[in-house]
Nanobody
């Protein structure tokens, strides 16, 4: 019903930058925003950032605040994640996710998301 495709992952040195993109297609009505989650090997998937383009609000995990910037393009149903000052601990598979309806922080959780992309790998070398 809704397909999400991430792009932009790759290998970057610590301190470098990377820009991720996620495009939604299909029946995207009722989609008010999108978010990013990441999962490092052996760890649980965690919230990174999200944007509600309807309300004009953004949310960030404390670990990335000040370094990552999320933005969205409602017309294109696309979300971006600009990652600066990357650290080795940022290494993970990054997943784009969204849901229909309410899109506030309490709903932007691992189990609250309804649609997921396949993920894009980000590797930060030291």
């Amino acid at each position: 019903q809704v397909q999400l495709v991430e792009s932009g992952g790759g290998l970057v040195q610590a301190g470098g930058s990377l820009r991720l993109s996620c495009a939604a297609s299909g029946r995207t009505f009722g989609i008010y925003g999108m978010g990013w989650f990441r999962q490092a090997p052996g760890k649980e998937r965690e919230f990174v950032a999200a944007v509600n383009w309807s309300a004009g609000t953004t949310y960030y995990a404390e670990s990335v605040k000040g370094r990552f910037t999320i933005s969205g393009d409602n017309a294109k149903n696309t979300v971006y994640l600009q990652m600066n000052s990357l650290k080795p601990e940022d290494t993970a598979v990054y997943y784009c996710a969204t849901r229909r309806g309410l899109f506030s922080r309490s709903y932007i959780t691992l189990h609250g998301m309804e649609y997921w992309g396949a993920g894009t790998l980000v590797t930060v070398s030291s």
